[in-house]
């Protein structure tokens, strides 16, 4: 509070723009339906009617939210932001990710704690190797890589590492331990997202209009928490395999989509009164903030959630 205070100047803007209502009550159920329809799968299965009809509906109300964003003089999402082609890599990458994590997380909290016997306190203590991964590969490829060799392999490179992750995950057996077993996917998970969320940001937010950068950051942010709670819910029904072809699927979008470390360099140099590459994780820049993580989940870098430990039932 003290540096906000002292540090950061107030302005308003000129002309105090709408809130975007339509927009935000269609993107709102629309998401709410699809992540209760793959939730609802979990114990009714693909075929109720109730999970299609959630499903269907949902993807109807996403498709009404787009054709309203192109309406409203204020729309709640520019299209123009979602619709650049390294933007949409940036963002289609963290969605990616977290489906595939985030699913991990329940898996191996079900497998240490029902399987294992681990307590919940030992579990969510388990899964701190992954944060430390995390946290090394977050600040290299922030600080180091990014500049060197561009969103492009970096971010491709850290979802290969994932389904490597969750490949290894597939052996796991009642007999298995975890220093062999589970700790080294753990790593590798952490290395893995930390290669992947902080050059998204980054990417995320290069070149993008200073009126966008709010929406451009908080978008990084809502590809995670949605894809996450589509992992954890529409993985309940499947494994560790269907995570790893994920993340292989994100490795190709990434790497199809997203741009080389000349082309990034030049998309910023070439796109006058925007916001600076610099405008990333840990830079302190507008728009480039994570979103505060719900209640359930402790806020790591870059606003990387981490996996609560299930409750005792």
């Known amino acids: 509070m003290a540096g906000a205070l002292v540090f950061i100047r107030g302005s308003r803007p000129a002309s105090r723009p709408r809130i975007d209502v339509a927009g935000a009550v269609l993107g709102g159920l629309g998401v709410f339906l699809i992540v209760f329809g793959f939730a609802h799968a979990e114990t009714a299965g693909w075929s109720a009617a109730l999970t299609v009809g959630s499903l269907a509906a949902g993807v109807l109300l996403i498709a009404a939210f787009g054709l309203a964003e192109r309406r409203v003089r204020f729309p709640l999402l520019p299209l123009r932001v979602i619709l650049d082609r390294t933007r949409g890599g940036a963002y289609l990458s963290v969605g990616v990710a977290a489906v595939a994590l985030f699913g991990a ?126 992992g954890a819910s529409a993985l309940s029904t499947v494994a560790f395999t269907v995570s790893a072809a994920l993340f292989a699927l994100g490795a190709v979008l990434a790497f199809t989509l997203l741009p080389s470390r000349r082309q990034q360099a030049g998309r910023a140099a070439t796109t006058p009164g925007t916001v600076s590459p610099a405008a990333g994780v840990g830079r302190g820049a507008p728009g480039a903030s994570a979103a505060t993580a719900g209640p359930d989940a402790m806020a790591g870098p870059a606003g990387v959630t981490c996996p609560a430990s299930a409750s005792t039932r």
């Open 105 to 230: 997380f329940l898996f191996l909290t079900y497998y240490l704690q029902t399987v294992k016997g681990y307590s919940p306190v030992t579990t969510g203590l388990a899964f701190l190797p992954m944060i430390g991964g995390l946290l090394v590969s977050a600040n290299a490829s922030s600080n180091v890589l990014l500049p060197r060799i561009g969103p492009r392999v970096l971010i491709a490179s850290g979802l290969l590492t994932g389904a490597v992750a969750m490949a290894y995950l597939t052996q796991l057996s009642v007999t298995s331990s975890y220093a062999t077993g589970v700790l080294p996917a753990l790593i590798l998970l952490g290395l893995g997202f930390g290669m992947i969320l902080a050059p998204a940001i980054n990417t995320a937010t290069t070149g993008v209009r200073p009126q966008d950068s709010g929406v451009a950051s908080a978008l990084v942010n809502t590809m995670q928490q949605v894809g996450g709670s589509i």
